[in-house]
């Protein structure tokens, strides 16, 4: 049976409990699991927009590989090509508190976003090697965590014909220069059509599980252009 998921009302007006039901989850679900899901899809989603902000900004930038990173002032973000040794021919940009971008002249944390790009690169190689069949692109995300490993994370995107695929979750650890893997988490390797009914977005969920990471970015995602989310 379907569960209706009216995103724009629940994550908006009611409490994550009611948001979470809407994912079919049983009573007495792990709660503090589900927000730490939910916070992660949601910097993933900033991560986002920070690419689309900077590629409005300049519009050379489109296709470019992208780094970014959060610091007090906001979010850097640093556009070139990717190779094994960092980034090359990058370009770097400033966006403040205010989502207002603006082009540095100075680059800062040279160290830390060579790491992250190697840790992309590489984990690139890896996903190649994963063989995965979708005729989708990937989205791909670094982030530094605590103990300054590096997590590279990628989902399933729209293919060039517009059909939205979801269903593989690939994340790797990198050492906190962005070149030995520490460990590896692959989630389904069979990726997935999402259904689509008129304003409605259709997704599979497992009732017994806790809904993945990739679930909740991708349903967050899609919920301006599909306001009703359906998840089975």
Known sequence: MKHRLLLFVLFFVLPATVFAQGFGLPPGFDFKQFQKNEEQAIWFMQYDSMIVRVTTFDRGMAGKDFVCFQDKKGWKVVAGTIDSLGMSNSKWFQVDGKNVVSEMKKKTDTVLVASLARAIF?????????????????????????????????????????????????????????????????????????????TALNLSCPKEKMPTIGTMWLAYRMMQKYPQINVA
């Open 122 to 198: 590489n984990a690139s190689v890896q996903h190649k090697k994963l063989n995965i069949k979708s005729s989708a692109s990937w989205k791909k995300y670094a982030r530094v965590n605590l103990d300054l490993t590096i997590t590279v994370t990628m989902y399933c995107d729209q293919d060039a014909g517009g059909t939205i695929w979801y269903g593989p979750e690939c994340a790797w650890w990198y050492s906190s220069d962005g070149k030995n893997v520490v460990t590896t988490k692959i989630i389904n390797q069979a990726p997935m059509m999402a259904g689509i009914a008129g």
